[in-house]
């Protein structure tokens, strides 16, 4: 049997860098292509993985983007989710394939697409009992209104996944607050946490974003990407145990927490650590949390929580990786070094 095709987009980047890695690690006979934006990107991507055939373009070059998707088996876009010219031409590249040679598309999304309600109500650091689910809420998440984040290339996939079902399968995955070092050639930080911590570093005391008792569910790097491999190892066999289309979506979490359980121990560890004099914390409204930094209100305020059944019944999805609060004490260091 001939090594599948790969068309892998984010490579250089935080979420895609590490999946590479892994899908790397696990399938080095793979063969895999790399959109870079140019030399300097690829230098970095061929030092470490020379038999990674690389293109050069942007996520503008749709002409690329797609004569790259009709040649893959699958396509792994990693890079902005919120895109939508790269979308479409993935969507195009793969709509082009035929019944009997399918294209398989991972498209990773998040979680913020969750966040709605409280976008709409203008409201932060306030409980959201909402829970979702990728089993029997699946649908659910599929038709999300269309002012929820991520909404709109979310649906560039899902309709491409309908439409072409016989030529185009489709799964999207969907984390939530991503953390713990990175093992890709590129970026190797993440943003939630790191950026709350840096932000606590640099007014030298911590913060709690209103109440403190709104909710997102998180999941290491490391297990993101083993489900990212696990949906790729499946679309080879043909699809495998996966659900494609329809069905085709994948929450990617493990375990939740309450930003205000964060706020303090960030707080705390920084103090300890002996970066800040005390390990007290303001409150914060709205405003005052985007002068600390301007997504702060949607990253830190906001609720999103979503139970990741289908990748632990379908694919034998495993995430054990050490939780957040247990690596705070290395992400706070790691920030203080950066400052």
Partial sequence: MAAPKIFLTGGTGYIGGD???????????????????????????ASKYPTVNLVYGSLNSADVIEEEAKKADIVYH??????VASARAIAKGLAAHTSDRPGHWIHISGTGS?????????????????EYNDW????????????????????IVIDVGSNAADRVKTAIISPPAIYGPGRGPGNTRSVQVYNLARAVLRRRKGFLVGKGENIWHEVHVHDLSDLSLALGEAAVAGGGKATWGKEGYYLAENGGFAWGDIQRAVAKVAFEQGFIKSSDVDVLDAMQTSAVDRSGPFLWGTNSRGQAIRGRKLLDWNP????????????????????
Avoid: M
Wanted: with cysteine.
């Fill in 19 to 45: 999946a590479l890695y892994r899908i790397h690690e696990a399938h080095p006979d793979w063969e895999i292509t790399a959109l870079v934006r140019n030399s300097d990107r690829g230098a970095v991507i």
């Fill in 78 to 83: 990693f890079a902005n989710c919120d895109h």
């Fill in 114 to 130: 969750l966040v709605f309600e409280d976008l709409r109500a203008f409201r932060i650091g306030e409980l959201r009992d909402k």
């Fill in 136 to 155: 029997d809420g699946v649908g659910e998440l599929t038709s999300l209104p269309d002012d929820a984040p991520h909404r709109n290339v979310d649906k």
């Fill in 320 to 339: 054990h990786r050490p939780s957040s609060f247990e690596l705070l004490p290395d992400i706070v260091q790691s920030e203080a070094k950066y400052l």
